[in-house]
C-alpha cells in the first residue's frame, strides 16, 4: 500500500471519529489527538485538518435541522420578533468563543494540544457531569424550551463553550452542561448546543483554513476532503439518536466512559 493511500485511509478513519464524537460529550478533538497518534497520523498544517473536518459534522446538523433553520432564516428577513430573538441569542452565545479563539487559537494548539492535557479534562469533565446530573433539573415538559430561553441562559451557554477550547473538554459536553447549570432542561440544552455549534464550528474552520492557507497543498486538501465526507456520514448517524437518548436518559453514562478512558491514558502516560 501506498503512503499516499495509506494518509488517506486513515484520514477517512479520523473523519468518522470526528462525526461520532463531535456532538457526544466526550471530546471529539480529545479523541483526534489520541487516536491520531495511536495510528500514527501527522497532519501538520498546524493542525487545520483537525479543525477543518469539523465541517462535515456540522453540515449533517444543517441537514438535519434544515427545515427549522429554513423557517428561522424566513422569519428573520420577515423581522418576526420570535425569530430575531433567537438568532440574536445564538449570536450572543457564539460571541465569547469567537474573541477569545481569535486571540489564543495559537497557545492552544501549541501547548493544550497533548496527551496529559486530554486525560485531566476527560476525568475533571466526567465528574462534572456527574455532579450536574445529581442536581434537580427541569423535565421536558416544564423547563424552558429553545425559543424561550432567556438571554442569560444564552449567555451561560456561550461562556461555557470557551472552556471547550481546551481538548478533551468536549465543546457539546460544554455547552449541555452549561445550559443545564442555567436551567435548561437536558433536551433543550443539547438543542441549542447544535444551533450554536453552526455559527462556531463554521467559524473555527474558516478562520483556522485562511490562517493557514499557505500551507496546505493539493495532499493536504484531498486528506480535508475525505476526512470531511466520513465526518457528515457519520454525524448523519449520531445527532438523531443522541437527541432522543437525551430526552430520556441522562448523560451518566458519556461521564463514567470519560473517567475511564482518562484514567486508563493517565495510567499509560505514566508508565512509559
Not at 471547550?164 to 452549561?178: F, Y
Not at 470531511?228 to 457519520?234: D, E, H, R
Request: charged residues 10%.
Amino acid at each position: 500500500m501506498s503512503p499516499d493511500l495509506l494518509f488517506l485511509i486513515k484520514a477517512f478513519f479520523l473523519g468518522i471519529i470526528e462525526g461520532l464524537t463531535e456532538f457526544l460529550p466526550i471530546s471529539s478533538t480529545g479523541h483526534l489527538i489520541l487516536i491520531g497518534r495511536w495510528i500514527d497520523f501527522d497532519s501538520g498544517t498546524g493542525k487545520v485538518f483537525e479543525v477543518v473536518i469539523q465541517l462535515g459534522a456540522i453540515l449533517a446538523v444543517v441537514w438535519i435541522y434544515r427545515a427549522r433553520i429554513a423557517a428561522l432564516v424566513a422569519g428573520v428577513l420577515a423581522r418576526d420578533p420570535a425569530a430575531l430573538r433567537f438568532a440574536g441569542q445564538v449570536c450572543l452565545a457564539f460571541f465569547p468563543a469567537a474573541v477569545i479563539g481569535a486571540l489564543a487559537i495559537g497557545f492552544i494548539k501549541a501547548v493544550l494540544f497533548r496527551p496529559e492535557v486530554v486525560a485531566a479534562t476527560l476525568v475533571i469533565g466526567g465528574l462534572i457531569i456527574l455532579w450536574v446530573e445529581r442536581r434537580p433539573a427541569p423535565t421536558a415538559a416544564s423547563g424552558p424550551q429553545v425559543d424561550r430561553m432567556t438571554w442569560g441562559q444564552a449567555l451561560a451557554v456561550g461562556l461555557a463553550q470557551c472552556v471547550a477550547m481546551i481538548p478533551g473538554t468536549s465543546r457539546s459536553g460544554a455547552t449541555i452542561v452549561g445550559g443545564m447549570l442555567a436551567g435548561l432542561n437536558r433536551q433543550t440544552a443539547t438543542e441549542f448546543s447544535f444551533f450554536l455549534a453552526m455559527p462556531t464550528m463554521l467559524g473555527a474552520a474558516v478562520y483556522d483554513g485562511w490562517r493557514h492557507r499557505d500551507m496546505l497543498g493539493s495532499h493536504d486538501m484531498l486528506a480535508i476532503g475525505v476526512g470531511f465526507i466520513a465526518a457528515f456520514l457519520s454525524a448523519m448517524l449520531v445527532v438523531k439518536a443522541l437527541v432522543r437518548f437525551v430526552a430520556s436518559h441522562s448523560l451518566n453514562v458519556f461521564a463514567w466512559y470519560r473517567i475511564a478512558l482518562g484514567t486508563a491514558l493517565g495510567v499509560a502516560l505514566l508508565v512509559t
